[in-house]
């Protein structure tokens, strides 16, 4: 089965910095672009940032530009977020998401991981 886990959130002061990782399963990670997605409470899920399969990141959001870099490794599955600068406007539940780009048109989403900014 596929399976996206999210991990490495927690709480965080402003300023700080925090790395989140999802580590894919069950399925051929190459063939998959890769995203972050985040939502806060009563706001609807954004786009944080995506890999695309040979591993470049674009569509970083306006809100996170120079403080968050997505990475991928292909070889360990899993993609990461550093985020720095972290700001508490950055709290939310961090979401994993794949999708197919080879082979047909299929998302996977992890469960989510917390990210809290605050002092």
């Known amino acids: 089965q596929v399976q996206l886990v999210e991990s490495g959130g927690g709480l965080v002061q402003p300023g700080g910095s925090l790395r989140l990782s999802c580590a894919a399963s069950?399925?051929?990670?190459?063939?998959?672009?890769m995203s972050w997605y985040r939502q806060a409470p009563g706001k609807e899920r954004e786009l944080v940032t995506t890999s695309n399969s040979g591993g470049g990141n674009t569509n970083y959001a306006d809100s996170v530009k120079g403080r968050f870099t997505g990475s991928r490794d292909n070889a360990k599955n899993t993609v990461y977020l550093q985020m720095n600068s972290l700001k508490p406007e950055d709290t939310a539940v961090y979401y994993c998401?794949?999708?197919?780009?080879?082979?047909?048109?299929?998302?996977?989403w992890g469960q989510g991981t917390q990210v809290t900014v605050s002092s």
């Open positions: 998401n794949a999708k197919k780009v080879v082979g047909g048109r299929v998302d996977y």
């Open positions: 069950g399925l051929i990670f190459s063939h998959y672009a």
